[in-house]
């Protein structure tokens, strides 16, 4: 075999990695923002659905002008730290228990403001029963029970799939959502009795 016909074996054999590789380079960027709108896909047993709905949770959460979550107190948990800083050491052993847990702070919360307004909550009323009639009664708008549902089902998709991977950070921005959640309505079942008492 002679120089030219190496040469020209070697060309055919790296034309199609090299140009693989310079196709990779051209669309990295492009793929990237593809994959930030993806709303759920698996790979290898990763999934996406999870991060992609708190993203837009965490946009929803700002228009509604949420109190910290950091300050929630709920009188049926015992805390020798605070429930914020608890969910979030939770988070670190395991996101999905996090997630759980940060969600019965919601539930709560949502029995308070039931309970408040004077709505029958025996035999167990559950809690988006409850988040619709506040907005039918004009109490919460809808942006506030968009949010209620986007927390209610990542709740859910945490708990009941075995196979749904979360990350620590993911868990803990969902602690923070749903703290803030709750103390917003842990404020308005407040505002109810207060409101009650003048009467």
């Known amino acids: ?3 030219n016909q190496l040469i020209v074996g070697l060309v055919q054999a790296l034309a199609w990695p090299i140009i693989t590789f310079f196709i990779v380079l051209l669309l990295r960027k492009p793929f990237i923002e593809l994959l930030k709108n993806v709303e759920k ?3 290898q ?3 996406f659905e999870f991060g992609q709905k708190l993203v837009n949770a965490e946009k929803g959460a700002k228009e509604l002008s949420l109190p910290s979550a950091e300050k929630v107190k ?3 948990f015992k805390q020798d730290m605070s429930l914020y800083e608890k969910m979030k050491s939770i ?3 395991s996101p999905a228990a996090a997630v759980a847990d940060s969600w019965k702070a919601v539930e709560f919360a949502t029995m308070q403001v039931a309970e408040a307004r004077g709505y029958d909550i025996s035999g167990n009323v559950a809690g988006y029963k409850i988040i ?3 907005v039918a009664d004009n109490i919460l708008d809808t942006g506030t029970l968009s949010l209620y549902k986007d927390l209610r089902g990542m709740r859910n998709s945490a708990a009941h799939h075995s196979d749904f991977s979360i990350t620590t950070s993911e868990a803990i921005r969902y602690v923070d959502l749903s703290l803030s959640f709750a103390n917003k309505l842990l404020e308005l079942a407040k505002s109810e009795k ?3 008492k003048k009467y």
Do not use: R
Request: charged letters at 35%.
């Open 1 to 3: 075999m002679d120089s």
């Open 41 to 43: 896909m698996k790979w």
């Open 45 to 47: 047993g990763v999934e």
């Open 74 to 76: 709920l009188p049926s």
């Open 91 to 93: 988070a670190e052993i």
């Open 132 to 134: 619709d009639k506040l």
């Open 194 to 196: 207060t409101s009650k």
